[in-house]
């Protein structure tokens, strides 16, 4: 059977609440010798977090969290949509309610289309016990994506190349992972190439 980094963070888990904490931590240790990259160490010091959480350990769980704002600080990129929302639910937990939702904010600036994922980020607001406000903040942040899209998709059908290109631009910079971002520039910009001939920076 291939060994996956999934398997390790769930059996840590699992071990934590059977077996006590001494075997989930070096699970945890083995599977960063193992897949030796940033994603797993963040996702090591999640569950770690977690396990400590599930058991009662408070004051540890909150070092853990605390431990990750600052690997977070320290990372080049933000990690992935679902590494967020666990981040996001450890912090929650341990008390901490402003990385958690600047942590959400991304999450759902960059796939404000995603029902699925939306529907992940609220739950992870209600184990915060942030329900009302949370779906309050998912609620403005897709309209004011969706606001910024329709903004540059109307410059562009008014045939405002140049400044539906540079709105756009501007917006990738709030929203670098949004995919109908990424589509509708990579839309204008070939509309300009086809108005004003080939350029090699476009």
């Not at 937990?93 to 942590?103: F, I, R």
């Not at 309050?136 to 903004?151: G, H, I, R, S």
């Not at 540059?152 to 949004?178: F, M, Q, S, T, Y």
Request: hydrophobic letters at 40%.
């Amino acid at each position: 059977m291939t060994k996956t980094p999934d398997a390790f963070f769930g059996l840590a888990r699992i071990c934590a609440g059977k077996r006590g904490d001494k075997e989930s931590r070096l699970l945890l240790t083995n599977v960063q010798k193992m897949f030796d990259t940033d994603s797993v160490r963040l996702r090591a010091q999640i569950t770690e977090g977690l396990t400590y959480h599930d058991s009662g350990q408070w004051a540890k769980a909150r070092q853990s969290a605390d431990a990750l704002g600052r690997m977070l600080q320290t990372a080049k990129e933000k990690p992935d949509a679902h590494l967020c929302l666990e981040m996001a639910e450890l912090m929650f937990a341990t008390g901490n309610k402003e990385a958690p939702v600047d942590l959400l904010q991304d999450v759902v600036k960059n796939n404000n289309e995603n029902q699925a994922l939306l529907a992940d980020v609220q739950r992870v607001f209600d184990k915060g016990r942030m329900s009302e406000k949370g779906a309050e903040l998912v609620a403005a942040w897709c309209n004011e994506a969706k606001d910024t899209m329709n903004k540059g998709v109307l410059l562009w059908k008014e045939g405002k190349l140049d400044e539906a290109a540079d709105w756009l631009r501007n917006a990738r910079k709030e929203w670098p992972n949004n995919t109908r971002f990424l589509m509708n520039l990579t839309h204008v910009l070939i509309s300009c190439m086809q108005k004003t001939g080939y350029d090699p920076v476009l």
